[in-house]
């Protein structure tokens, strides 16, 4: 019973190049949340989506920052063109329900590193 | 929007001392959930509080949810070394669909 898995662990990419980070929610959770999280800081919400939907993109940047769930296969967040500045770990997590259900279920994050 | 303070942000104990860090919300929340991440880790969801001053308790954490709906605490008792870490809060406003994570209180415990 696998719980959320995120790959890759680390990811460096050079100022320009595109990241892509990977998030395969826990079986039976049909939510998924992008939290971005800068060193010494709390917890930012980026986007909200179910199967083949954004529910909430209110936390993320609106150029560059892209988010998909596609009906299969894991969720997507995509960053073109990285700059210095999206260095950070980038947390997904997953629900089985939305709103105020069960506490949310984290991966272990994608620390991305831009050089 | 909605925002989430945490106090203190960051605190410092001798082993055996008792540590509580503080969540306010400039919004009434429906509920209040709290979460610790170890260094270097993932948040990991610890217990979610519903009910107006509410009071839950998970071996030596105890935590309220205050009569407004609008502050939380967490309290640990005679803290361990594997208190280390930095706790959240988060909150739904009502009819919301997400998180809204508190600015968080890390904790380090000496010997």
């Known amino acids: 019973n696998a719980g959320v898995m995120q790959n890759p662990r680390h990811l460096v990419r050079r100022r320009g190049q595109e990241a892509r980070l990977r998030c395969s929610p826990m079986k039976g959770h049909s939510h998924v949340y992008w939290y971005r999280q800068l060193p010494e800081e709390g917890l930012k919400f980026m986007v909200y989506?179910?199967?083949?939907?954004?529910?909430?993109e209110s936390g993320m940047p609106k150029e560059r920052f892209s988010a998909e769930f596609p009906k299969e296969g894991p969720s997507i967040l995509r960053i073109q063109q990285v700059v210095r500045g999206d260095s950070a770990a980038y947390f997904c997590?997953?629900?089985?329900?939305?709103?105020?259900?069960?506490?949310?279920?984290f991966g272990s994050g994608t620390r991305l590193t831009v050089v | 929007g909605q925002q989430v303070m945490q106090i203190p942000q960051y605190q410092h104990v001798q082993e055996g001392e008792d540590f509580t860090t503080y969540c306010n919300s400039s919004?009434?929340?429906?509920?209040i959930q709290w979460y610790k991440q170890r260094p270097g880790g993932h948040p990991v969801f610890l217990i979610q509080?519903?009910?107006?001053?509410e009071v839950k308790k998970q071996k030596r954490l105890t935590f309220q949810f205050g009569e407004a709906k609008k502050n939380s605490s967490l309290h640990i008792t005679a803290t361990q070394t594997t208190d280390v870490g930095t706790y959240f809060c988060a909150g739904f406003t009502g009819g919301g669909n997400k998180l809204t994570f508190g600015t968080g209180t890390q904790l380090k415990v000496e010997l």
């Open positions: 997590a997953s629900s089985p329900t939305s709103g105020t259900g069960d506490g949310y279920t």
């Open positions: 989506l179910q199967k083949e939907n954004i529910i909430d």
């Open positions: 919004t009434t929340l429906s509920n």
């Open positions: 509080l519903v009910k107006s001053g």
